[in-house]
């Protein structure tokens, strides 16, 4: 298993790094343990201030002073108007035993005509006129009166850093502290964790080479590319591809999502993008990885992204100005990844920017084989697992899908209390990942009917039509959002297709709906999903691959979804494109329905045995349709 993305560990920090040196001494438990400190702090010194405010002196009676004066055991006092305070010189007990005491306050009543100054005089008493209660200091009073305001500034100054970074240091005057970077514990990506796309990895080797000896390069006067795009659908493994670089290379390596720099604070992308880049020179060679660029780097004055424009063009900019700003020696390489290459903006893809596009496709069946191996490295596989078969049946299948049914497969055997995982768990992983996992529905008889020949239509085109994928399974269980489901996958993978072929996947996909049709009359809302289906199937031929002579041989509608239609081809043509759509899947649905007729025997036949059975593999089901499997030898 590879090491799984290291958490970003800050929160203002859009990126994540793993094979950076480690981190300088961080302040123990960040701003909130500042924040404790300093309360704690002003709470103790607001006592202590108080405490030595308040006179705790026990208040005797003036009588009681008076004697005490004439014995002699006063030493000092402080008098303010008739408020006496003062201290003796051998401690005297309280009334009421209540102990000891030597600091006193006393009041001499007003009417009081004693001859107090002589007598204090006589017995040599320090007499101070002022203060009767020690006085808070100048200083004292001042921290007492700024600390909420300090409080408030330091709570302040934290949310600001929590927010983002920009506003509340920079207001300050401070930057925040370099990024504390994190060294990965253990293994890091390296190619050997990627499989099936070789060609890919052949690409980047020169990435790798570069950063491992840039000096070599240097010294050359060679440039590096500023920058790779790895394009590719979903799942193919980009990501991982990018670390594996780094760790083939050996060098940090830093990553961000393209809309982590945008979606926390508006404004700040670029200083993001500054503060990465500034972040990865500083430790050069490394590799700054930016994922799901597109959600930036569309076209601009395309559909919105995230953020709105300015935003995304901000930090868009800031991206190639960095890149622009290399000489090439620095060693920092920028990887980026991307689903949609199709619809970046061209300045991102000019020349010393990211001027190699290196494609990533889903894998072959050898790769496949591979990518399972890898997932399968620490789940312990019986003996009889044929990882071959498995990727034989998984055409299409992505590195992620593959690594999901690896890992569906090992939990299953968990469940089963098994040691091992066996053939039997692949395949039911396999149909939980293709099929969706079963639901336990209680379907009342009319409808299970219904949907036993709704499947069975399904099933039964697919085996008519020539060159059409062959069924492999057959269930009327329900399964995932399904009542039942028809599974077909091909041979062998498939690249392009043909006309004939797209038009028996319509008519598959028809096929349930024209076998309700035929056989009860009727129309449910079990078909929605092969509808739609069937509609971009159709939408596809005739709008994009030029297989209608009406529309004619061009582009008449956008391959991007989020472009509106409309933009790309006159009313007219677009008017085409709708009567031509009609036209063909009005054609299919007229053959689906025809042929079920002619074969309702074979229909009838599949649907009994469906009631019967639940599910349906695919042999016994091309035997009880009584159609032969037509083998086409493997290529490859
Ligand atoms: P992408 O970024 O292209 O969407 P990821 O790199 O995130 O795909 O792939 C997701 C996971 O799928 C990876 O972490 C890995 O486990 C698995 N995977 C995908 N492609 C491959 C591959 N070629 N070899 C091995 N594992 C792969
Ligand atoms: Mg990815
Ligand atoms: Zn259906």
Not at 169 to 177: C, I, T, V
Not at 213 to 234: F, I, S, T
Not at 262 to 288: C, D, T, Y
Not at 570 to 592: K, Q, W
Request: hydrophobic share 40%; net charge negative; proline share 6%.
């Amino acid at each position: 298993m590879a090491n799984p993305v290291p958490p970003r560990d800050r929160t203002d920090q859009p990126w994540r790094s793993e094979g950076a040196p480690p981190p300088k001494k961080k302040m123990p438990g960040g701003w909130p343990a500042l924040l404790l400190a300093a309360c704690v702090v002003f709470l103790a010194a607001f006592l202590a201030l108080s405490y030595l405010g308040d006179g705790d002196e026990p208040t005797v009676s003036y009588t009681e002073f008076s004697k005490q004066v004439t014995a002699g055991n006063v030493t000092k006092i402080y008098a303010k108007g008739d408020a006496i305070q003062g201290q003796l010189k051998n401690a005297q007990p309280l009334p009421d035993d209540k102990g000891d005491y030597t600091k006193f306050t006393t009041q001499r009543p007003a009417f009081a005509d004693d001859d107090l100054w002589q007598q204090l005089t006589r017995k040599g008493v320090t007499v101070t006129a002022e203060p009767v209660v020690v006085q808070r200091g100048f200083l004292a009073n001042l921290l007492i009166s700024l600390a909420p305001i300090a409080l408030l500034v330091l709570l302040w100054v934290f949310l600001a850093r929590r927010m983002g970074g920009g506003m509340g240091a920079g207001a300050l005057g401070r930057k925040a502290p370099p990024k504390p970077v994190e060294l990965m514990a253990g293994r890091r990506t390296t190619f050997d964790d990627v499989a099936g796309i070789d060609e890919v990895e052949g690409e980047l080797n020169d990435v790798v080479d570069f950063l491992k000896n840039p000096k070599a390069y240097r010294d050359m006067g060679a440039r590096m590319p500023g920058g790779v795009l790895l394009a590719g659908p979903p799942g193919t493994g980009k990501t991982l591809l990018a670390r594996a670089v780094a760790g083939e290379a050996g060098v940090p390596f830093f990553s961000a999502s393209a809309s982590e720099f945008i979606e926390m604070i508006v404004g700040v992308g670029a200083s993001r993008v500054r503060e990465l880049f500034a972040e990865a020179r500083k430790i050069a060679p490394a590799i700054v990885f930016i994922d799901e660029i597109d959600t930036i780097g569309r076209v601009r004055g395309g559909g919105a992204g995230l953020g709105g424009h300015d935003e995304r063009e901000q930090t868009l900019n800031q991206i190639l100005t960095e890149m622009d700003g290399f000489t090439g020696s620095e060693g920092v390489v920028v990887l980026a990844a991307t689903n949609r290459a199709d619809v970046l903006d061209p300045a991102l893809t000019r020349p010393g920017r990211f001027d190699r596009i290196v494609q990533v496709s889903p894998p072959d069946r050898g790769g496949r084989e591979a990518i399972l191996r890898i997932h399968t490295r620490e789940i312990p596989l019986a003996e009889t697992v044929d990882l071959a078969q498995v990727a034989r049946t998984t055409p299409g299948m992505t590195g992620a899908e593959l690594a999901n049914l690896a890992n569906e497969a090992a939990l299953l055997a968990v469940k089963r209390q098994q040691r091992e995982v066996t053939q039997s768990e692949l395949s039911e992983a396999l149909e939980k990942v293709q099929l969706g996992a079963e639901r336990p529905l209680v379907i009342p008889p009319e409808e299970r009917r219904r949907t036993a020949y709704h499947e069975s239509g399904h099933a039964l085109l697919g085996m008519l039509q020539p060159g059409a994928d062959p069924v492999r399974k057959i269930t009327i269980v329900p399964r995932g959002r399904a009542l039942g489901v028809t599974l077909s996958t091909p041979d062998a993978d498939r690249y392009a297709f043909t006309e004939e072929y797209l038009r028996g996947r319509i008519i598959g996909a028809l096929g349930g709906m024209a076998a309700e049709h035929v056989v009860f009359g009727i129309v449910t809302t079990g078909s929605e999903s092969d509808l739609e289906q069937a509609t971009r199937l159709v939408r596809g031929m005739v709008g994009r691959w030029g297989m209608s002579e009406r529309v004619g041989r061009l582009t008449a509608i956008p391959g991007d979804a989020q472009e509106p239609y409309g933009l790309v081809a006159a009313p007219a043509t677009l008017d085409a494109v709708d009567h031509e759509m009609r036209r063909i899947v009005d054609e299919c649905y007229e053959s689906a329905c025809r042929q079920l007729r002619d074969n309702r025997d074979r229909l009838d036949a599949l649907a009994e045995a469906l009631l019967a059975n639940e599910t349906l593999e695919e042999a016994e089901a091309y035997r009880t349709a009584g159609i032969p499997r037509l083998m086409k030898e493997e290529s490859a």
